[in-house]
């Protein structure tokens, strides 16, 4: 029976018109088992993409981790401080890193304050309209008479010679004050208003001519004047009501005067962000295991393994950082030199870490500069042996050495190299594969066209044969009375 069928070329073709035989499954089946090579290499490839994808989510999670620890690796960046001030009303206080703990007081006598000019007419006292472009041309100079900026001249023209004109062009000039318009509710209700960004003292001087206004002259009604406070017993003084150089690495916040009262500014260690820097390190750190377990483990009820178990490479990762967490911190000189005497701890089987919080807490409270020199020793120096560094630099290194990127060179990271291998080996397959295709679609049309031949020779053959029995009145007869 003749059959039609569709090559792997895409040539269709028809089978036993003459034979009976179905040609096309022979070929097709001797094909399946020639192309048995390239499924093997098409299924080590797919097992090999399974890798890097493995890889490649280890990575991104030590990645992660790694930019955790970089900001856990300097004092400046790891610790953290609280600042509080006993009547909230008269201060505020923030504190950085730099704060060294203790107890302040702190005293307000008066706050800094900038000075006003408000402008006034000879004649009308205020001005009628504050858009009115009747002030005469010229200029207006401001002065800081303290010498802390030198003169800043303002032009007036036919563009701005209105009260607000002038503000306008007094605050787009640079000088370091602000002007703006007030209405006083009179009659000619509009004064030209300037106010120091500083406590410096200044001076206008105008010169106008033309115009329907009278030249602006401008009377001082509140002086410049300075913070004035005590701190510690120290009386201070200051150009602004926000003092951040009193106490290092703290910023005081002048609300209102408290004299003769007292009240306390104090200055502690932040426990509860070094504890939770140290919990979301565990976490990040457990979520890199929870990732290495999953693609290293066996199931023995599926009977399937990780596509990582047994990969040497996996190895070396999880022994890296493994490492860090026994390693002793070399030269420490506080009471603690691993991660284990903070009660932070490996469990043997998962290999995650767990914290005891209570005894993290105790170190934190009784030992605060020692936990923080076990994390952070060293952090700012270069070129020492990773020893010498705290757990943070040390995990920091020690993760780019795993992930660094690939380039060829000696400090590209292991697990990147083993990407860039995988990568490499996947190519060849492709290669590989597309030349036995080449070669197997060649020997496909080869075994086609052969029965093709064959199937034409049989057809032939009983075509002449069937004339050689009509010809010798031999012929088969369908009808009933042939012989």
């Known amino acids: 029976m003749a059959t039609q069928s569709i090559s792997s070329t895409g ?14 499954s022979i070929v097709s089946q001797l094909m399946a088992l020639e192309r048995a090579p390239a499924k093997i290499l098409t299924n080590h490839k797919t097992k090999m993409q399974s890798q890097v994808d493995a890889y490649s989510q280890i990575s991104t999670a030590l990645t992660s981790l790694q930019s955790m620890m970089a900001g856990m690796k300097t004092a400046s960046t790891f610790t953290a401080k609280t600042a509080s001030v006993g009547e909230s009303s008269v201060a505020g206080a923030t504190a950085s890193s730099a704060a060294l703990a203790g107890v302040h007081y702190l005293k307000v006598t008066s706050l800094a304050r ?16 504050n858009t009115a472009q009747n002030f005469g041309t010229g200029t ?6 303290t010498g802390g900026q030198s003169p800043v001249t303002i032009t007036i023209d036919s563009t701005n010679n209105s009260l607000q004109g002038i503000a306008s062009s007094i605050n787009a000039s640079g000088a ?4 703006s318009v007030i209405n006083d509710g009179s009659g000619t209700p509009y004064r030209l208003v300037i106010n120091g960004k500083d406590t410096n003292t200044y001076s206008v001087n105008t010169s106008l001519t033309g115009g329907t206004y009278d030249t602006p002259t401008f009377d001082q009604k509140i002086a410049a004047s300075k913070a004035v406070f005590q701190l510690d017993g120290i009386a201070m003084t200051r150009t602004s009501n926000t003092v951040s150089d009193a106490i290092p690495g703290v910023t005081l916040t002048l609300l209102k005067p408290n004299d003769p009262s007292e009240m306390v500014v104090n200055i502690g260690n932040d426990t509860s962000a070094i504890t939770k820097k ?8 457990n979520s890199v295991m929870s990732l290495v377990t999953q693609y290293t483990s066996y199931d023995q009820k599926t009977k399937k393994a990780g596509v990582l178990l047994g990969d040497s490479t996996i190895r070396t990762v999880l022994d890296s950082i493994q490492t860090v967490l026994t390693n002793q911190v070399a030269g420490v000189t506080g009471s ?13 089987s998962t290999g995650a870490l767990s914290i005891d919080s209570s005894r993290l807490s105790e170190a934190l409270g009784s030992n605060f500069n020692d936990v923080v020199s076990l ?33 060829g060179a000696s400090n590209s990271g292991i697990i990147s190299t083993r990407i860039h291998g995988l990568n490499s080996s996947m190519t060849n397959i492709d290669n590989q594969i597309a030349a036995m295709e080449v070669r197997l679609v060649a020997q496909e049309n080869r075994m086609n066209a052969q029965f093709t031949a064959m199937e034409r ?20 007869n369908t009808s009933s009375s042939s012989k």
């Open 11 to 24: 040539t269709i073709t028809f089978s036993g018109l003459a034979t009976g035989i179905d040609t096309g």
């Open 114 to 129: 900038s000075q006003t000019l408000v402008s006034e007419s000879s004649t009308m006292g205020g001005y009628a309209s």
């Open 140 to 145: 207006f100079t401001i002065t800081d008479s």
């Open 176 to 179: 370091n004050v602000t002007a």
């Open 278 to 285: 140290i919990n979301d390190f565990v976490t990040g750190y």
């Open 336 to 348: 603690f030199g691993s991660l284990a005497e903070l009660g932070i701890n490996s469990n043997k």
């Open 375 to 407: 994390f952070t020793q060293n952090g700012d120096i270069a070129g020492l042996d990773q020893d010498q560094y705290g757990i943070a630099e040390q995990f920091n290194k020690q993760i780019d050495f795993l992930t660094h990127y690939y380039s």
């Open 457 to 476: 020779l049989i057809s032939n053959t009983n075509a002449w044969g069937n004339q050689l029995l009509a010809g010798l009145g031999l012929g088969v």
